[in-house]
């Protein structure tokens, strides 16, 4: 339990680190709330929230580049093109800042740098 509710992990972590983890997902879950009311004050949500799509050439590129699996564990599965330096941090659509990883590694970094 922390602030009136219930969380589980089983992957070793010391108090510290779930504490850290924790304040983490709850700032997250501010800022999903907090951009879901400004855009309820927008007329034009889309125009507002879209953002430039990573182009098909430079998917084909990464996912050769990348050999079809996750860059950090390897895996097939569930796979996800990630920005190495998010776009929320200045970052781009060009083949050198995108990465293949699966869904696993990819929620796990978040918008972080690693």
């Known amino acids: 339990m922390f602030r009136d509710e219930f969380y589980w992990e089983d992957e070793g972590y010391n108090e510290e680190e779930i504490r850290a983890l924790i304040l983490d997902r709850i700032e997250q879950r501010e800022k999903k709330v907090k951009r879901a009311m ?3 004050g927008q007329s034009d949500v889309s125009q507002s929230t879209s953002r430039e799509p990573i182009p098909d050439d430079i998917k084909l590129f990464v996912w050769q580049r990348d050999g079809g699996r996750c860059v950090k564990c ?10 190495i330096i998010p776009v929320s941090k200045g970052g781009s659509n060009t083949a050198r800042n995108i990465q293949l ?3 696993k590694c990819n929620r796990a970094k978040s918008a972080n740098l690693f």
């Open 74 to 83: 390897g895996s097939q599965k569930n796979l996800e093109f990630d920005h």
């Open 101 to 103: 990883l699966c869904e």
């Open 38 to 40: 400004a855009r309820l």
